[in-house]
């Protein structure tokens, strides 16, 4: 089965017309998953709710059955039980017939926003309704999980990319004046290749912090590295996301 994680972000203008986003994050037992994002007009929030599950539909494999995972229960009784506002009847028949023709037997359940995908699905909605970006996520990218172990004295750094998987056992020093959390994240970026973005998950907030301002750091030779580091990625045209 595959599945699929959706979102909308939708807003009203001073004119009065509704400018909606989509999001979703589709697994469909690719090496990575595949993250798209649209906008349009929508005359409300759950009309937009609904358009990111008709994409799903339509993004799937055909022949295949598709679990869909949303927070808006309007969107969800809709499709699973036939009830709702009546605003979104003609967009949610389209969806069934869409599932109908290209073979995709479809389920529907709840799952907060809090999950992960769906945190990624949110983030695609907001910047598909603000027009940074439509359709697949464009560039090469990698995800990172980073562990740390005994007591903070080693990392484990999972990296997968298309057509590849890495895993690293990286020694962090005690002594080193970044934090363990910290060295981790430094260790993951040096894995990247020019002109990737790694989306890491499970960095420390404290990792994050000083990712995004290295002179949050109050010692200068930390300072230093975490600038090093940054400069390294952004000649490179590395991005780092965190999720």
């Known amino acids: 089965m595959n599945?699929?994680?959706?979102?909308?972000?939708?807003?009203?203008?001073?004119?009065?017309?509704?400018?909606?986003?989509?999001?979703?994050?589709?697994?469909?037992?690719?090496?990575l998953p595949r993250r798209i994002g649209g906008q349009f007009e929508a005359p409300?929030?759950?009309?937009?709710?609904?358009?990111?599950?008709?994409?799903?539909?339509?993004?799937?494999?055909?022949?295949?059955?598709?679990?869909?995972y949303s927070d808006n229960w309007a969107v969800l009784n809709a499709i699973g039980k036939g009830k709702g506002p009546a605003t979104l009847w003609p967009l949610r028949d389209e969806v069934l017939e869409l599932a109908l023709n290209r073979g995709i037997a479809l389920q529907v359940s709840y799952v907060p926003r809090t999950r992960r995908h769906m945190r990624s699905a949110h983030d695609l909605a907001n910047a598909a309704r603000l027009g940074q970006h439509t359709g697949p996520l464009a560039g090469r990218h990698a995800e990172v999980s980073l562990e740390l172990?005994?007591?903070?004295q080693q990392a484990r750094i999972l990296l997968r990319r298309s057509?590849?998987?890495?895993?690293?056992?990286?020694?962090?020093?005690?002594?080193?004046?970044?934090?363990?959390?910290?060295?981790?994240?430094?260790?993951a970026a040096a894995l990247a290749r020019d002109g990737e973005t790694l989306r890491v998950r499970r960095a420390s907030k404290l990792a994050r912090a000083l990712w995004d301002n290295p002179l949050r750091s109050l010692l200068p030779a930390a300072q230093a590295r975490l600038l090093a580091a940054r400069a390294q990625a952004d000649a490179a045209g590395v991005a780092v996301e965190f999720e």
């Open 44 to 68: 409300d929030n759950n009309n937009a709710e609904m358009r990111a599950v008709l994409e799903a539909v339509r993004s799937a494999p055909a022949g295949q059955p598709l679990s869909i």
């Open 3 to 31: 599945h699929a994680y959706v979102d909308a972000s939708w807003r009203e203008d001073a004119a009065g017309h509704g400018q909606g986003g989509w999001g979703l994050v589709l697994l469909d037992g690719g090496e």
């Open 149 to 152: 172990r005994e007591g903070g």
């Open 163 to 187: 057509g590849e998987r890495v895993s690293a056992e990286v020694p962090l020093d005690p002594l080193d004046p970044l934090p363990p959390s910290a060295q981790a994240l430094l260790a």
